[in-house]
């Protein structure tokens, strides 16, 4: 397949979203070798806990083995190809074994015992050959507990993958007095019957919530106006965000960086109510209060880890894009604890969640049925080319620590910053993308 | 509500099975006629809908519901459903509830309250196509100034834990 003639400067080719040959060749060539989001090891506390997931189409176990390391393998009997761990997270007792043969293996995926071991003897079956093992992942790594993995031998090194978003993630785990993040309250799990890349590019999409989410913002500013005498509470200040003016969107920072990554500077911040005020105190007894100003002024929204996942480190929220088919697209969304924080803080993220995350979630039925029409006016014959000029040529090379491009709030530059790594990913490349309007 | 209580309402015990049937029956009614305002009034003044994320699930402050809504998040639902720029609900979503095997399940004269379990399922229409819910219902009724109102609408889904395409609507 030719992809560059699906690719030019500032316009992707329809193809992209609605070709099953497009979808088939990035599940080998991205999802096939990029570093993928796994999960949590909050997760899979204890040896022998395990959490059934997915990377890209393939079905894969991350679990915790004896000597506390994490594994991860294929979810694939080496005998007759069962799937050996259910969905989700569950516990086993120092090994697993297949339900359908019994075949045993240890939690690090070897293979332990198979039965009428004596039927085996002269054949090329032998119990120490790894291809009668659980098959595992070829590249497994981790910061500060976010577990990637990549399905293949070579490509780019963790470090230099995760370098430009590496700060979204201190940031996440900092606001943590005890430094650590745990996963709680259970995942909410969204289709969208879009292509994975959809979503994508909405994350850091400001110039979407006015209209996309004029009937959520109009309707909380009613219930405040007709009820509350114009007051926001927490769930209605969250939905009200949508409706800023054009100016607020275009004030705000987008920052891109190589490999796809990018995030935004915040739309709102958490209320200063007493709750922050005790969250605040339980951080500075730990790090002491100018440490704790220092962390907490890092405000952002939305940061994207391509092509995989998403944390929103203000209220510790992170959603996992995994790809179904060329048009479906299921979104985790988990929610996490920060250590040693009060616990009103963590049922303050629930209600973040509830409100902008869950399946009935006010504000992202909106988003979802956009996506499901982009999906459906692609496969029209209505034209062959995306538009993502907006504030194209104009973004410039961040002077900050981090580096990387910076841009306008309502620049897509995330969008064709995400496109110069599909296009490297799916040229056999490894997914570093020096932008254009850097060199 | 008059044509059903003709006599108001002292306490929880005199309330019948047949009021609470009825009672149940009307709300069903009332969501698939999108009457959400005339719903929502069945609600005390405290009353909450939750529709927990898993099995068994304790409590909806520690841990993520699919929907723990008081009548502020209700009301800015029902403003949102009535929006014209609400995209999602073009066209707007149909139901059709079926409430079944409902059982008083506690009364408490103290309290002035009930425990009233039941079966549902809800068919809706979307533009995708039609969908089911079903689950378990238990409603927490209170007797308040002479009338039963909802205290809280537990909605149990027996696929809470499945992955959803957006709801919109009250199930």
């Known amino acids: 397949m030719d992809i560059d003639r699906l690719i030019k400067k500032d316009e992707v080719h329809r193809d992209v979203y609605v070709s099953e040959e497009v979808f088939s060749l990035e599940m080998d060539r991205i999802f096939g070798s990029a570093w993928i989001y796994v999960g949590h090891d909050s997760q899979i506390p204890n040896p022998g806990d395990y959490w059934t997931t997915r990377i890209g189409l393939q079905s894969v176990v991350m679990t915790r083995g004896k000597r506390d390391e994490i594994n991860i393998f294929y979810n694939r009997c080496p005998h007759k190809g069962a799937r050996i761990a259910e969905e989700g997270c569950g516990h086993t007792n120092g090994l697993f074994r297949c339900p359908y043969h019994a075949w045993t293996f240890n939690l690090d995926g070897k293979l332990r015992g198979v039965p009428y071991l004596d039927g085996y003897q002269d054949t090329s079956f032998d119990l120490t050959d790894p291809r009668f093992s659980l098959r595992k992942v070829a590249r497994v790594a981790a910061y500060r507990g976010f577990v990637f993995a990549s399905l293949a031998e070579d490509g780019a090194e963790f470090e230099d993958f995760l370098a430009g978003v590496k700060s979204s993630l201190d940031n996440f785990c900092d606001r943590a007095p005890e430094g650590t993040v745990s996963v709680a309250g259970g995942v909410f799990r969204v289709v969208q019957r879009s292509n994975w890349k959809i979503f994508f590019e909405n994350l850091n999409d400001t110039g979407h919530p006015i209209a996309t989410h004029e009937s959520s913002y109009r309707a909380a500013r009613q219930y405040s106006e007709e009820v509350l005498d114009g007051e926001l509470p927490f769930e209605l200040h969250i939905i009200d965000g949508n409706g800023a003016p054009p100016k607020f969107w275009s004030d705000l920072d987008l920052h891109a960086f190589d490999y796809g990554h990018s995030y935004m500077t915040a739309i709102f911040n958490a209320p200063d109510d007493p709750l922050s005020q005790q969250y605040f105190a339980s951080l500075a007894a730990k790090v002491g209060e100018d440490r704790a100003e220092d962390i907490l002024a890092v405000n952002r929204h939305n940061t994207i880890i391509y092509p995989s996942c998403s944390p929103h480190t203000s209220f510790q929220q992170w959603r996992v894009i995994r790809p179904l088919s060329v048009d479906r697209t299921l979104v985790e969304i988990f929610t996490f604890r920060l250590d040693g924080a009060p616990d009103e803080l963590l049922q303050r993220t629930f209600t973040y969640s509830n409100v902008v995350n869950s399946p009935s979630s006010i504000v992202m039925t909106d988003d979802v049925h956009v996506y499901a029409e982009c999906q459906k006016g692609l496969s029209t014959q209505g034209g062959d080319w995306v538009s993502q000029h907006r504030n194209a040529g104009q973004d410039q090379p961040y002077s900050g620590s981090e580096g990387g491009l910076i841009g306008v709030g309502t620049s897509e530059l995330p969008i064709r910053n995400q496109f110069r790594a599909w296009h490297e990913y799916m040229s056999e490349g490894s997914g570093q993308s020096v932008s254009p309007e850097a060199s | ?171």
């Open chain 2, 1 to 171: 509500m008059t044509s059903v209580n003709p006599q108001p309402i002292n306490s929880a015990s005199d309330i019948s099975y047949e009021m609470v049937c009825h009672f149940l029956y009307r709300e069903a009614r009332l969501l698939d006629q999108r009457k959400f305002t005339e719903w929502d009034n069945l609600f005390a003044e405290q009353g909450m809908y939750w529709i927990p994320l898993i099995e068994d699930q304790p409590d909806p402050i520690n841990h993520l519901s699919l929907a723990y809504e008081d009548s502020m998040m209700r009301q800015v639902r029902i403003n949102r459903l009535n929006h014209d720029r609400a995209w999602s609900q073009k066209p707007r979503s149909r139901t059709s509830h079926m409430v079944s095997a409902i059982v008083i399940e506690k009364i408490c004269d103290e309290t002035n309250r009930l425990v009233v379990g039941s079966a549902f399922q809800m068919a809706e229409w979307r533009s995708f196509g039609l969908r089911t819910f079903a689950g378990l219902y238990t409603h927490t009724l209170v007797v308040s100034d002479g009338h039963l109102k909802i205290g809280e609408k537990r909605v149990d889904l027996i696929d809470s834990g499945e992955a959803f395409e957006p709801i919109e609507v009250f199930i």
